[in-house]
Nanobody
Framework: QMQLVESGGGLVQAGGSLSLSCRAS???????????LAWYRQSPGKQRELVAS???????DYSDPVKGRFTISRDNVKKTIYLQMIDLKPEDTAVYYC??????????????WGQGTQVTVSS
């Protein structure tokens, strides 16, 4: 049973930076290295949306609102997913979820989810 544990959420002012981490357990490093990884976010009035994804070959994709500001990365030895966020905006406020899954013909497909961590950006 895979477990994903997030850290790094919190309160930051607009224009600031924040880094999120998500450590996986219950999976080998080898298996982790073959997974696609992603970060999602969800605000109270919105659907959960895909923010960023990274494939087993380190190909990255970002949603338009965060492109140029967010960076997703992975460490297969530490079995950790990272999301580096800069120039944060109030509209980035959401619960952020990490995910381990795969890639289909239409893009990232989630498998497991983290518990979510709150990111609040004040104006």
């Amino acid at each position: 049973q895979m477990q994903l544990v997030e850290s790094g959420g919190g309160l930051v002012q607009a224009g600031g930076s924040l880094s999120l981490s998500c450590r996986a357990s219950g999976i080998t490093g080898l298996a982790f290295s073959f997974k696609a990884l992603a970060w999602y976010r969800q605000s109270p009035g919105k659907q959960r949306e895909l923010v960023a994804s990274i494939t087993k070959t380190d190909s990255r994709d970002y949603s338009d609102p965060v492109k140029g500001r967010f960076t997703i990365s992975r460490d297969n030895v530490k079995k950790t997913i990272y999301l580096q966020m800069i120039d944060l905006k109030p509209e980035d406020t959401a619960v952020y979820y990490c995910s381990v899954g795969g890639i289909s013909g239409v893009g990232y497909v989630p498998g497991s989810w983290g518990q979510g961590t709150q990111v609040t950006v004040s104006s």
